[in-house]
Antibody, heavy 122, light 111 residues
C-alpha cells in the first residue's frame, strides 16, 4: 500500500521560505504514469492545488503562485519537495502531498498524505 | 474564489437522499471528467467518484455521480451519520486557471 508523509517546519516567519518534503513508501516515485503534487487547505477553507511534477521532471504550477513556487523530485530518496517563497499569513494552511494520474483531462488524486499544518507568523 | 462552484452546505436526515451540485465551464467540466472527494473531519481527502460516475473499490453504491454539460452532481442515497463530511468536486481545466481545479467544498450535515 502506497503511503505518503509530509515533513517540514510547522512555523515559518513572514517573508521567509516554506519548505516541505513528501516521503513516499510502499512504491517507487520513478514512474511516469503518475504525477506527484501538493494541495493546500487554509483553516476552515477549501482545497487549492499548488504544483505537480512527474518523475521525468515535467512541472505544473498554479498560475497565481507560479512566481513563488518550485517543486522537485529526489528519486534516490523517493521524495519530492515544495518550496514557497516570500510567505505571508495567507499561506497558513494544511499542506497535503498526493499522487495523481499523469493523464491530461483527469484529476485522479488517488493517494494522499495525512497533511502538515504550516503556520506563517512572526 | 473557486473555479468550480458548490453550495457551501447541504443537509439531510438518515435514510434520505441528498444531492450536491458542482458548476463549472466549458474549459473544465464541459470538456473533462469530474471527480469527487470526501473529507471526513480532521483527515485527508479521499477519492469518492472518478470519471463522472465511477466508484473506486470500497466506496458504497449509495454514492453516485453524474454530469450534464458544464455541471455535475454527487448523490448520496440512504444517508448515514458517517456520511457527514466535506465534499469537493474537481476537474482538469484547459484554461489559465488550471490544470487542476477544485470546488469550494460542500459541508454535509446529517441531522
Amino acid at each position: 500500500q502506497l503511503q505518503l508523509q509530509e515533513s517540514g517546519p510547522g512555523l515559518v516567519k513572514p517573508s521567509e521560505t516554506l519548505s516541505l518534503i513528501c516521503t513516499v513508501s510502499g512504491g517507487s516515485i520513478t514512474s511516469n504514469t503518475y504525477y506527484w503534487g501538493w494541495v493546500r487547505q487554509p483553516p476552515g477553507e477549501g482545497l487549492e492545488w499548488i504544483a505537480s511534477i512527474s518523475y521525468s521532471g515535467s512541472t505544473y504550477y498554479k498560475p497565481s503562485l507560479k512566481s513563488r513556487v518550485s517543486i522537485s523530485v529526489d528519486s534516490s530518496e523517493n521524495q519530492f519537495s515544495l518550496n514557497l517563497t516570500s510567505v505571508t499569513a495567507a499561506d497558513t494552511a494544511v499542506y497535503y502531498c498526493a499522487r495523481h494520474l499523469a493523464m491530461p483531462g483527469t484529476a485522479f488524486w488517488e493517494y494522499w498524505g495525512q497533511g502538515a499544518l504550516v503556520t506563517v507568523s512572526s | 474564489q473557486s473555479v468550480l462552484t458548490q453550495p457551501p452546505s447541504a443537509s439531510g436526515t438518515p435514510g434520505q437522499r441528498v444531492s450536491i451540485s458542482c458548476s463549472g465551464s466549458s474549459s473544465n467540466i464541459g470538456s473533462n471528467y469530474v471527480y469527487w472527494y470526501q473529507q471526513l473531519p480532521g483527515t485527508a481527502p479521499k477519492l469518492l467518484i472518478y470519471r463522472n460516475n465511477q466508484r473506486p473499490p470500497g466506496v458504497p453504491d449509495r454514492f453516485s455521480g453524474s454530469k450534464s454539460g458544464t455541471s455535475a452532481s454527487l448523490a448520496i442515497s440512504g444517508l448515514r451519520s458517517e456520511d457527514e463530511a466535506d465534499y469537493y468536486c474537481s476537474a482538469w481545466d484547459d484554461s489559465l486557471s488550471g490544470p487542476w481545479v477544485f470546488g469550494g467544498g460542500t459541508k454535509l450535515t446529517v441531522l
